[in-house]
Nanobody, 124 residues
Framework: QVHLVESGGGLVQAGGSLRLSCAAS????????MGWFRQAPGKERDFVAT????????YYADFVEGRFTISRDNAKNTVYLQMNSLKPEDTAVYYC?????????????????WGQGTQVTVSS
């Protein structure tokens, strides 16, 4: 059982930056695929980014457009999402997710473990 806790969300002006963190416990973090998803009010949970166990493979949603970077520190059991050039449409609750298997990692149902989410609000 993996327990995930996100942090780092908040209110930022358009064009600003935030770094989200997700601390994992209760499992072998270094073997897990990690992902970030987001959900805006009234919308589905959307894929943002994913990273494999080693950090050697990363994938991003098209809307990221080079603005976000996912990374991990296996020694600290933490995955990060650096978000730059934020836009009002990036406003959402951001969720961290984990799964031991690397398969269809852009699909939310591919992840077995989820955090509680952290709110990101970007003002115009």
């Amino acid at each position: 059982q993996v327990h995930l806790v996100e942090s780092g969300g908040g209110l930022v002006q358009a064009g600003g930056s935030l770094r989200l963190s997700c601390a994992a416990s209760g499992g072998t973090f270094s073997t897990y695929t990690m992902g970030w998803f987001r959900q805006a009010p009234g919308k589905e949970r959307d894929f943002v980014a994913t990273i494999d166990w080693s950090g050697g493979s990363t994938y991003y949603a098209d809307f990221v457009e080079g603005r976000f970077t996912i990374s991990r520190d296996n020694a600290k059991n933490t995955v990060y999402l650096q978000m730059n050039s934020l836009k009002p449409e990036d406003t959402a609750v951001y969720y961290c997710a984990a799964d031991p298997i690397w398969r269809d990692m852009w699909r939310a149902k591919s992840y077995g473990f989820w955090g509680q989410g952290t709110q990101v609000t970007v003002s115009s």
